[in-house]
């Protein structure tokens, strides 16, 4: 399973929030959004999310490559890797003990552009995304799940 930083971690976690980054970037990047989230929900458990691959780019880490994405093959990059994304939030999941109603995805860029694909998985992972800076794979015909 991927690295992180574990901002928070009560014995009994009411609530779930992961957080993930966008290419390029560590978890360390939005561990200072993942503290300010320890603070206003303190039975909640909070965890900056590191992805899987070393960025192509030179620095940091990704979840696909980003060279040579355009806007057709976009949407097979991120199907491909989707299913490790899906592993890490249940993993977590279960090692908190909370489920998908209490658990809050927060992707920044490639972290949202994951995220939001993840809402629409057959059995979505999470009650809620919060996208900072994110979009679909594919701009077209997008709907927000029912």
Do not use: K
Request: proline share 9%; net charge positive; charged share 15%.
């Amino acid at each position: 399973m991927s690295e992180a930083i574990v901002l928070q971690s009560p014995p009994a976690a009411a609530s779930l929030f992961l957080l993930f980054h966008g290419v390029g970037s560590t978890p360390q990047d939005l561990a200072p959004l993942g503290a300010r989230l320890a603070l206003e929900f303190p039975d909640a458990a909070v965890a900056s999310i590191a992805a899987p691959d070393r960025s192509d780019l030179g620095a940091g880490l990704q979840w696909f490559s980003v060279l040579g994405v355009t806007e057709e093959n976009r949407p097979q990059r991120v199907a491909a890797t989707l299913p490790r994304f899906l592993a890490t939030v249940q993993h977590w999941q279960q090692r908190t003990g909370v489920a998908a109603s209490a658990t809050t995805l927060v992707g920044f860029s490639q972290g949202a552009i994951l995220s939001l694909s993840a809402a629409h998985a057959s059995q979505p992972p999470a009650a809620r995304v919060v996208s900072l800076s994110g979009r679909y794979p594919s701009c077209r015909n997008r709907r927000p799940p029912a």
